[in-house]
Each structure stands twice: as C-alpha cells, then as structure tokens.
T-cell receptor
Framework: EAQVTQNPRYLITVTGKKLTVTCSQNMNHEYMSWYRQDPGLGLRQIYYSMNVEVTDKGDVPEGYKVSRKEKRNFPLILESPSPNQTSLYFC????????????FGPGTRLTVL | DQQVKQNSPSLSVQEGRISILNCDYTNSMFDYFLWYKKYPAEGPTFLISISSIKDKNEDGRFTVFLNKSAKHLSLHIVPSQPGDSAVYFCAASVAGGTSYGKLTFGQGTILTVHP
C-alpha cells in the first residue's frame, strides 16, 4: 500500500529539548516536504527536498532543520524547540512532476511546554 | 500575506443539497489549483484539481470551477452526504518555474453535512 508514515503521532516536550520527527514514504518519490498546520493559517511549507541531499527552505523554515540522506526518509529536526512551534505537522511526498498528487502522512501533533 | 484565502471558516448543509466552498487567490502566477479534504487525525487527501487552461473540472459528485479574471475558484459537491463532513483546503501552485510545484494553502473550511 502506497503511504507516507510519520512518527511519533503525538509528542509533548519541553522548551530546548532537541527532537526529531521521522517521515518515510514507500512510493519512490523524489519530492518530499514538511508542512505545519495552525488555526486560521492553513498549511504552510517548512522545508522541501527535490532529491537526496537536495533541500531548500519553504515559507516558515526558522527553527527547523531537515536532512535527506536516503530517498525514502525526510526527518524534521527541531534543535531547540520553543512554544511557538506547537503545531500539527505533516510530511508529504509526490512524483517527479509538479502537478503530481501530493500524498500526506497522518500528522504529528507536537506540544512544546 | 495570505495568497490563498478561504473566507468561510465553516459551512453547514443538509444531506442531499449542494455544498459550495469558495476560495480566492491573489498571486496571478498560480496556474494549478487543488482541493484537499481532511478528516480528524488524518492527513489531507487529494480530492480534485484544475489547470488554469480550464474553467471547470468534474469528478463524480465533485466539480471545481475556476474564474481566472476574478481569481476565484469554487468546489461544488452534489449531492452532499454526511461522509463529506470534513475540513476542505484549497491550494494553489505554479506548475512550472522554480517553485517546484509548492502548494500554497488556504485556511480551510469546515463542512458539516446534516442527515
């Protein structure tokens, strides 16, 4: 079954404690991205990756890092989380063409105290 | 600045009637538009799309209309069913160029279909 998986699904942490949210897709997609969803703002892109070792900033990259060492994995790293990063995070992947459908993971609900 | 706007946070309709969800955009470079549906505790799932070379696209009960001069699109669901109750996101992208098809989303509209 084609899917995007994220872990953990729920996470409560404290300010400053480094964390990683993993994302994996089994569709051999080259393009992957991370979004955050906040009330009244919809989904906003944090980072995206066109291929292995190729990443770039989206609209709201501050406070986040990503890496793309393998095609299937695209982890999101928060080196020093702050309360304003409390949000719902989605990983997505799509095929080679910009009009290909983006498939989203189930989401990670992060709370930073 | 919100380049894609869904001005109605919520919409309530009766089962069997038409649901019309609206979306406005400001960036004239957008040339590909999509609607995603999202249930609680799940990720958004693709529903229907339309290219700027068209003004209408149909897929079963779902039809998307695009009015480029008004920078407006709408999603029609006919007939509406209780299972359609979800959050609907409008999204837009530039199909070519250097943006690599990045999706810009609206705020979402909560649709509730009453039996």
């Amino acid at each position: 079954e084609a899917q995007v998986t994220q872990n953990p699904r729920y996470l409560i942490t404290v300010t400053g404690k480094k964390l990683t949210v993993t994302c994996s897709q089994n569709m051999n997609h080259e393009y992957m991205s991370w979004y955050r969803q906040d009330p009244g703002l919809g989904l906003r892109q944090i980072y995206y990756s066109m291929n292995v070792e190729v990443t770039d900033k989206g609209d709201v990259p501050e406070g986040y890092k990503v890496s793309r060492k393998e095609k299937r994995n695209f982890p999101l790293i928060l080196e020093s989380p702050s309360p304003n990063q409390t949000s719902l995070y989605f990983c997505a992947s799509r095929g080679d063409y910009s009009t290909d459908t983006q498939y989203f993971g189930p989401g990670t609900r992060l709370t930073v105290l | 600045d919100q380049q894609v706007k869904q001005n109605s946070p919520s919409l309530s309709v009766q089962e069997g009637r038409i649901s019309i969800l609206n979306c406005d955009y400001t960036n004239s470079m957008f040339d590909y538009f999509l609607w995603y549906k999202k249930y609680p505790a799940e990720g958004p799932t693709f529903l229907i799309s339309i290219s700027s070379i068209k003004d209408k696209n149909e897929d079963g009960r779902f039809t998307v209309f695009l009015n480029k001069s008004a920078k407006h699109l709408s999603l029609h669901i006919v007939p509406s069913q209780p299972g359609d109750s979800a959050v609907y996101f409008c999204a837009a992208s530039v199909a070519g160029g250097t943006s690599y098809g990045k999706l810009t989303f609206g705020q979402g509209t909560i649709l509730t279909v009453h039996p």
